[in-house]
């Protein structure tokens, strides 16, 4: 069975026996510095967000202020196959300068690789602790009391991004704000021969969002012992989740062959912003759709309004949507650009970068004090989304994402086994403990 810390002590051998200093320069504690006009320094930043859009904004931003700093980036919109790439490289010693971390598994797997966060930022980011969220700087210190990475944006899940114009259009001029109330809708839009809700169940690291959003609806916090090996899966707790998901896929709330549709770009592009689906199930980083932006121009959507909602409660208490730091920065341990990388880490986490960003409504900000710019031509349903969502992820309390990729990996595929008919709550429930116990903690 694959074991997460196993492979990342194998991970550490092989790049010492390779000589991890070859992508970041030699052992010297010399540092590039900040640059100048003649000899510009460069950083190669690695990462799955912000998207394109967003980074030309940034960037332009960061470049009016730090000219003499370039940055060669590149993006993946496929976290697992940032991953496989980050994996590689850093084994092999040819890792970037900074890359891009989620609180949960990634902390612990790479956090190994990174620099010591809190050090350089005593020394680069005067005030820092004073200036960012204490909840989002613990959730990317690792086990071992390392703060592997600066969180920049919060994000959390279950919301339903929807389409006003085209509910309006088929007679739902109410949302729903029960269970119940949204399998009537559904119900309703799928006779109008509208598509159910557009769920991407390719994408395990969804369907580990849902497991943990609601098993949180059956017993709080279980699921985070559970994870930590104090309580075991296959407790009453988490038959009540699954039986719960078998129930959702048996009212026909999503898509057939949903296990077979992946988030980006088939449930979003071409079901959701086609107009064929009135509902959007995800994070709260979509209440950017919200606004007109370069992601929805040119789509079937880009006249109507759309809102975003909380998805409503299935479980037996309201437990609310789950948070987590979505993004979050490191700096490699070996990079001799550590102080031209913080100028970049402290632009993005408490500067104009900050700003910028959570204006595009990709997160909410770790930055106290600071507020999304929300355009006065929003529309009300715009307006109510956002204070909706940077309401929700403020006061929210629960963990978005569990510290093990593999308990994560087999939540997903036991998710997926449910949905296809060959897995039972009891064998699904039975397997994600087996995972859990093979786990070294």
Known sequence: MFNAKKVVAALGALAMSVGLLAGCGSSSSSDEGTGTADDPVTLTFWTWQPTDTQWETIYAEFQKEYPNIKIDWWRTSEMSDYQKKLQTAMAGGEGPDVFGLQAGSTVEQYGRFAAD?????????????????????????????????????????EYLLYNKTLLEENGVTELPTTYDELVEVNKTLTDKGLMPLALGAKDGWHLDDIFVWLSNQYGEGDVYEAAEGKKSFTDETFVKTLEAWQQMIDDGLFQDGAVGTSTYPDARDN????????????GSWHVSAVLPNDETKGTSVENDELGMM????????????????????????????QEAAMKFVEFMTTGAGQQEWINTLQGAPVAKGMEVQVPEDATES??????????????????????????NDEIGVQMQNIYTGDATVESALEAIQQVSESIER
């Open 271 to 282: 079901y959701f912003y086609s107009r064929k689906s009135a509902f959007f199930p995800t």
């Open 117 to 157: 966060m809190q050090e350089l930022a005593d020394q680069y980011m005067s005030g820092w602790d004073s200036e960012v969220s204490e909840g989002a700087v613990e959730q990317v210190t690792d086990a071992d009391g390392k703060l592997v990475a600066m969180p920049t944006i919060t994000s959390g899940s």
């Open 382 to 407: 715009a307006k109510e989304s956002i204070a909706l969502v940077t309401e929700g992820q403020s006061e929210a309390t629960l963990n978005r994402k569990l510290t093990s990729q593999e308990l």
């Open 310 to 337: 909380e998805f409503p409660t299935v479980g037996d208490n309201a437990t609310g949507p789950t948070t987590g730091v979505d993004f979050a920065l490191a700096v490699n341990k070996d990079s001799k650009k």
